[in-house]
């Protein structure tokens, strides 16, 4: 069965600074993957998702994770945080197959954005 | 288009009680699904469906009914909720084919 870790229950980062919220997974094969943000109160949105292919993914509002299937790793970076982003971020993962459909989520991690 | 609607939005109710959370979506996605989320625990598959009258048990079914009479809609029914079952609970759809799912607002539920 396939798992995922984020290690970072909680990141702060300064408005304008970058960030890094990180995801390692557990899989036999190599998985769909997924990031969704959470804003208070709100929905879940999809950021971005690898299938297969560029291994660099690009996502909506300036995001982007790179698939790294040696370290079993899809960080989420963004190059200057604003204040908007501060939610909660969750990775996802998905076997596919006869799997379809069974999302497997991180414990998510809050990010924080001080001005 | 509204996509993909949940009601209510905030249910309170009591131990014992049955109660039915709605879940509608205009996109004519095969897959629907509902999730739990639980500090603690992230969010927690409950039960799916491939198609109209085709269900089936995620990781955490117990308590929980559904059913799926229409492609749009996606009840789940607490027949006698606990306390236990207090939760955030979401609604997603997703197409045939296709690995993203597409996520309602969300209904709070809190059982007394």
């Known amino acids: 069965a396939q798992s995922v870790t984020q290690p970072d229950i909680h990141i702060t980062v300064s408005e304008g600074a970058s960030l890094e919220l990180r995801c390692n997974y557990s899989?036999?094969?190599?998985?769909?993957l997924f990031w969704y943000v959470q804003s208070p109160g709100q929905g879940l949105q999809l950021l971005l998702k690898?299938?297969?292919?560029?291994?660099l993914v690009q996502g909506i509002k300036g995001f982007e994770a790179e698939f790294k299937k040696s370290e079993t790793s899809f960080h989420l970076t963004k190059p200057s945080a604003h204040m908007s982003d501060a939610a909660e971020y969750f990775c996802v993962v998905s076997a596919g197959g006869t799997s379809y459909g069974k999302l497997t989520f991180g414990q998510g991690t809050i990010l924080t954005v001080h001005p | 288009d509204a996509g993909i609607t949940q009601s209510p939005r905030y249910k309170i109710t009591e131990t014992g009680r049955q109660v039915t959370l709605m879940c509608h979506q205009t996109?004519?996605?095969?897959?629907m699904f509902w999730y739990r989320q639980d500090l603690g625990h992230g969010l927690r598959l409950i039960y799916y469906s491939a198609a109209a009258d085709i269900t089936d048990k995620g990781e955490v079914p117990d308590g929980y009914v559904v059913s799926r009479s229409k492609t749009e809609n996606f009840p789940l029914t607490l027949e006698s909720a606990t306390r236990s079952q207090t939760s955030v609970y979401f609604c997603a759809s997703s197409g045939r084919g296709q690995e993203t799912q597409y996520f309602g607002p969300g209904t709070r539920l809190l059982v007394l």
């Open positions: 690898y299938f297969s292919g560029d291994t």
């Open positions: 899989y036999g094969a190599t998985p769909y």
């Open positions: 996109w004519s996605h095969s897959y």
